[in-house]
């Protein structure tokens, strides 16, 4: 069976606690691996902030695609 050292284990613990806030149980691979796809990579989210990084990216699409007029 192929086991991860114990260094990645805690990265991988770490960096779901601090981007997610949850324990990594919490949380299904698919999702997370979605969640990291939308923010750019996990060296965006480092870069930029976390989670607000999923926002942001989203934001920068819908710029491009809708026009805002005030009220």
Do not use: K
């Not at 969640?35 to 965006?44: E, I, P, Q, T």
Request: net charge negative; hydrophobic share 45%.
């Amino acid at each position: 069976m192929f086991s991860l050292p114990s260094a990645a284990l805690e990265w991988g613990r770490q960096f779901v606690n601090g981007n997610v806030s949850v324990e990594p149980w919490e949380v299904s691979l698919l999702w997370l691996l979605w969640y990291v796809h939308s923010a750019g990579g996990v060296l965006s989210i480092y870069e930029d902030g976390g989670a607000a990084q999923v926002s942001t990216h989203y934001r920068c699409i819908l710029a491009r695609v809708a026009q805002l007029r005030p009220p």
